[in-house]
């Protein structure tokens, strides 16, 4: 059973970046995926951002050319840079993992994200 620990939010203003981090407490070289959701107030929880065991990545629109998903499996950690952040950025960001498409996720508490002025 993998538990993931979210770390690297905070409070910053527009324009600015910060980088996610997500360790894991057992290798995740094998997980067929791991993603970032956001869950922000009144909204659904969104996939942000996904990265396959192969290194091919998948990110929502609104995020494209501004976030870039990583991993290091050597140090069982996950990232997420977040550049040129924007207000409607703002949410709690999950880390999860998935064995293959038909298993359920492992997922993390979040790491609260707010961009403001």
């Known amino acids: 059973q993998v538990q993931f620990v979210e770390s690297g939010g905070g409070l910053v203003q527009p324009g600015e970046s910060l980088r996610l981090s997500c360790a894991a407490s057992l290798s995740i070289s094998s997980f067929y995926d791991m993603s970032w959701h956001r869950q922000a107030p009144g909204k659904q929880r969104e996939l942000v951002a996904r990265i396959f065991r192969s290194g091919s990545t998948d990110y929502v629109t609104s995020v494209k050319g501004r976030f870039i998903i990583s991993r290091d499996n050597t140090k069982n950690t996950m990232y997420l840079q977040m550049n040129s952040l924007k207000p409607e950025d703002t949410a709690v960001y999950l880390c999860?993992?998935?064995?293959?498409?038909?298993?359920?996720?492992?997922w993390g508490q979040g790491t609260q994200v707010t961009v403001s002025s």
């Open positions: 999860s993992a998935r064995e293959g498409l038909w298993h359920m996720g492992f």
